[in-house]
């Protein structure tokens, strides 16, 4: 079975950084790119970062960018999202995604149940 | 930086067809992707490449392009189907994925 599992969701304070982890199964985690998706409360989806299969392009939305690195190990089949300066509006529901194929530049056809991330004094 | 615009909202009887639009400029020259997302779930791909289907999603689903308006189709709706419905293309000049604004569903 396919499968998608994110950890290290947290409240943490204004400014601090957290990573994010994502254990991927069920298929060869190095044939496809991965991307990171959040949803602020009660919002809608926002892409946050995508990234190669090969780690060799990566893409991040603008808020993110210079704060958030996204980053893989295809060894230990395992996706990851530094966020370093978090602010308030970080705080959503963050996804692991896969993507249809080895570029991060198509549709996400499965996705994790999310780790929460709240940014907050 | 890109942007798809989606309504709020749509609402459909039983039974017949709600069609939900997804607007962008020259998304002619984009390959557009659906998504469901039903409350407290994670999204679903529905249609991937404007209008091909993953498996396990049923006909009634269809994508569609014309202009500068993609279009995800329902057909035969049912109470199953009241979700949030999101469009996503990839916009190459900023290297960035785009989700639209998102429509929900009400049957």
């Known amino acids: 079975e396919v499968q998608l599992v994110e950890s290290g969701g947290t409240l943490v304070q204004p400014g601090r950084s957290l990573r994010l982890s994502c254990a991927a199964s069920?298929?060869?985690?190095?044939?496809?790119?991965m991307h990171w998706v959040r949803q602020a409360p009660g919002k809608g989806l926002e892409w946050v970062s995508g990234?190669?299969?090969?780690?060799?392009?990566?893409g991040y939305v603008d808020s993110v960018k210079g704060r958030f690195t996204i980053s893989r190990d295809n060894a230990k089949n395992f996706l990851y999202l530094q966020m370093n300066s978090l602010r308030p509006e970080d705080t959503a529901l963050y996804y692991c995604t896969r993507d249809l194929r080895s570029r991060p530049t198509h549709g996400l056809d499965v996705w994790g149940h999310g780790t929460m991330v709240i940014v907050s004094a | 930086s890109y942007v798809l615009t989606q309504p709020p909202s749509v609402s459909v009887a039983p039974g017949q067809t709600a069609r939900i639009s997804c607007g962008g400029n020259n998304i002619g020259g984009k390959s557009v992707h659906w998504y469901q997302q039903k409350p407290g779930q994670a999204p679903v791909l529905v249609i991937y490449?404007?209008?091909d289907r993953p498996s396990g999603i049923p006909e009634r689903f269809s994508g569609s392009k014309s202009g500068n308006t993609a279009t995800l189709t329902i057909t035969r709706v049912d109470a199953g189907d009241e979700a949030d419905y999101y469009c996503?293309?990839?916009?190459?000049?900023?290297?960035?994925?785009?989700f639209g604004g998102g429509t929900k569903l009400t049957v």
């Open positions: 990234i190669s299969w090969n780690s060799g392009s990566k």
């Open positions: 996503q293309v990839w916009d190459r000049i900023s290297y960035q994925q785009v």
């Open positions: 490449d404007d209008s």
């Open positions: 069920g298929f060869t985690f190095d044939d496809r790119a």
